[in-house]
C-alpha cells in the first residue's frame, strides 16, 4: 500500500473528516472511487480496510472528505488518526519528474562524490517545497527536494544522486 495521507480531525456533523495529505495533488485522489484505511502507516497489507469515497473537496486551505456509511460526527470522530492508502495500480499515473512519496521512500542516497549519504526515511512538506529526510545510522540529513539539490533520481536502481557534501 502506499500511503496517501492521515485524516486528522473530524470536519462538521455529517460525517466530513479533515485530510492531511503527504505530497502533492491530493485532489487526484477523487480518481479513486474507494480508499483504503489503517491505524498505522505501516499496517500489513491485509489490515487496510476499504471505504468508498463519497465526496473530496478543497475546504479554505485544507481537504476535506466523506465516506458511504459515515453520516455524523461520531462515525467522523472513529476515523481521526487513520491513515489513508491505496494499492500502487490503483493510483492515479505520474509525469516523467514526479514520483510518489511512497517511491522515494528506502532509496540510498549518494552525492556527486559518490559518497553514500543514507537512506530516505520519509518526506516532510515544508510549504515552500519537499525535504527528503535521510537516514545514515544515527545521523539524519535533511535535503531539499527541489532540482537545485536532487540531480537524479533512478527508481529502477533505487538511488538519488544529489548535490550535497556528507558534512553539511
Partial sequence: ???LGRIVAPFGVKGWVKVHPFGDDPLSWRE???WWLADKAEAPDEAWQPVKLAGFREHGAGLIASFEGVTDRSGAEA???RYIAAPREAMPGTSDDEYYWGDLVGLSVVNQSGESLGTVETLMSTGAHDVLQVRDGDEERLIPFVAAY???VDLPS????VDWQKDW
Fill in 158 to 161: 533505487r538511488t538519488i544522486r
Fill in 1 to 3: 500500500m502506499m500511503v
Fill in 150 to 152: 536532487v540531480l537524479n
Fill in 79 to 81: 476515523l481521526q488518526g
Fill in 32 to 34: 479513486m472511487p474507494q
